[in-house]
């Protein structure tokens, strides 16, 4: 499938499964990240929270099953093993050279922000309820199977992630398994909830996420403020007075509106015309500010990121969800 096929008939509007039965792919899949990397990883002094998510789906909720401070193999495999939990693990492209090399040229692709998580669940296991996130997700089946329900939006391409009831949700619109080496899409607010089946083997799974914060609203509340005051220091009546006792809820009548109305027409023509630039100041900054740069030849991806990040600031601070401090990262999707 080229990018005009996938643009044109699956960005925004439906999910998108593609299943590989290619050994070769299976198997580049799990070089990006397995189990064991993680377990090697802990010596790294790994925080909860910060680095690391213990979770886990029970009845419907989210158990949060982290600890304080430092990440220790032993205790982390203990959750694993015993308590059934699922393990998210934040901004993986840290620590692994092809990853930051793949989410780098994504966010040339997309000309955004791409944030990773990956996510570790044991057989017969689910470690989040349905929800909807903020955010484009890709899916990358890197071990074992999932068994993955999609359901209609209840808020169609959402900006803001939210938990959906079961009650309110009704039945799946797709049911997938995802296998070592499957791939899949689905558009922001798209419902959905994961388990593993039992019987088999860990399941193990990269999110890549983007687009968070990037619709025309955002744009429009980015551009219009600079654009407004450049034609306000050019156009008189922009910078006539309001009427009298508007701010007291006296003055907002219908000849109020219609001025409104036409003021934004003017404005809108100019912009149409191109006699006014349209210029993005906050989003921009954010992404340069915060991109991954180019993977400089030879080092780990550790040292890349600690040397080069701009700003030494990492995607995980740049890309909280709104409204949640648990350490979460876009697409939590588990």
């Known amino acids: 499938m080229g990018p005009e096929q996938f643009f044109s008939e699956y960005w925004e509007k439906k999910p998108l499964h593609l299943q590989r039965s290619d050994p070769a792919t299976a198997s580049y899949y799990q070089s990006l990240f397995q189990l064991s990397d993680l377990q090697n990883l802990c010596s790294h002094d790994l925080e909860y929270y910060t680095d690391v998510n213990v979770v886990r789906c029970i009845n419907g909720k989210k ?83 999932k068994n993955w329900l999609l359901y209609n939006p209840t808020v169609p391409l959402a900006a803001e992630y939210c938990v959906e009831s079961e009650e309110r949700i009704g039945s799946p619109s797709h049911e997938i398994t995802l296998k070592a080496g499957d791939l899949m899409y689905f558009p922001r607010g798209t419902i959905h909830q994961a388990s593993t089946p039992a019987g088999g083997q860990h399941s193990t799974h990269l999110t890549l996420s983007t687009y968070q914060r990037m619709s025309w609203g955002d744009l429009l ?63 921009k900054r954010d992404f340069i500010t915060n991109r991954l740069p180019p993977p400089q030849p030879g080092g780990p991806a550790d040292t890349i990121w600690k040397d080069s990040c701009p700003g030494g600031h990492s995607m995980s601070d740049a890309q909280r969800p709104h409204g949640d401090n648990s350490g979460a990262q876009p697409g939590e999707n588990g």
């Open 63 to 145: 158990k949060d099953l982290n600890k304080q401070g430092k990440v220790k193999s032993s205790v982390l495999n203990k959750s694993f093993t015993q308590n059934k939990a699922t393990i998210q693990f934040h901004q993986p492209q840290r620590f692994k050279d092809e990853l930051w090399k793949i989410q780098e040229k994504l966010e040339c692709f997309f000309g955004g922000l791409v944030g990773s998580n990956v996510y570790i669940t044991p057989q017969e296991s689910q470690g989040l309820p349905a929800h909807y996130d903020d955010v484009e997700v890709f899916i990358l089946q890197l071990e074992g199977q």
């Open 221 to 283: 509340l980015d551009v219009f403020p600079s654009v407004l005051s450049a034609r306000s220091k050019r156009e008189v009546s922009l910078r006539g007075g309001m009427p009298r006792r508007f701010l007291l809820g006296d003055g907002a009548g219908q000849d109020t509106s219609r001025q409104m109305a036409s003021l934004l027409r003017s404005l809108a023509e100019e912009i149409e015309t191109g006699k006014q630039e349209v210029r993005s100041t906050h989003m």
